[in-house]
């Protein structure tokens, strides 16, 4: 699976910036995708998923200004980012995760920069 994520650049706080990410190759068993961050100095870390059948979480920080969706004809998923903080600036990575009885396997997109100025 490949993973091709497009979007991010600088923003000024306060704006909105969406991130697509689409996937190809051996996509029939992707069963979550979602988005990650990670900041200067900080762990990865979980910013949004949603499974194949619509289901979706959000870490806290994302809650009521984050919105994931996802296009399983396409194998697409964005994020739509609204009310960025500085604190959203980070790297985002697409993700797709199949899960299979006995193993989980993830597949990563490249990171791309989202840069929020205060």
């Known amino acids: 699976v490949q993973l091709q994520a497009s979007g991010g650049g600088l923003v000024q706080a306060g704006g909105s910036l969406g991130l697509s990410c689409a996937a190809s190759?051996?996509?029939?068993?992707?069963?979550?995708m979602g988005w990650y961050r990670q900041a200067t100095g900080k762990q990865r870390e979980l910013v949004a998923s949603?499974?194949?059948?619509?289901?979706?979480n959000y870490a806290d920080s994302a809650k009521g200004r984050f919105t994931i969706s996802r296009d399983n004809a396409k194998n697409t998923v964005s994020l739509q980012m609204n009310s960025l903080k500085p604190e959203d600036t980070a790297v985002y990575y697409c993700?797709?995760?199949?899960?299979?009885?006995?193993?989980?396997?993830?597949?990563w997109g490249k990171g791309t920069l989202v840069t929020v100025s205060s």
């Open positions: 190759g051996s996509t029939r068993s992707i069963n979550t």
């Open positions: 949603i499974r194949s059948g619509g289901s979706t």
């Open positions: 993700n797709a995760l199949m899960a299979f009885p006995d193993r989980a396997i993830n597949y």
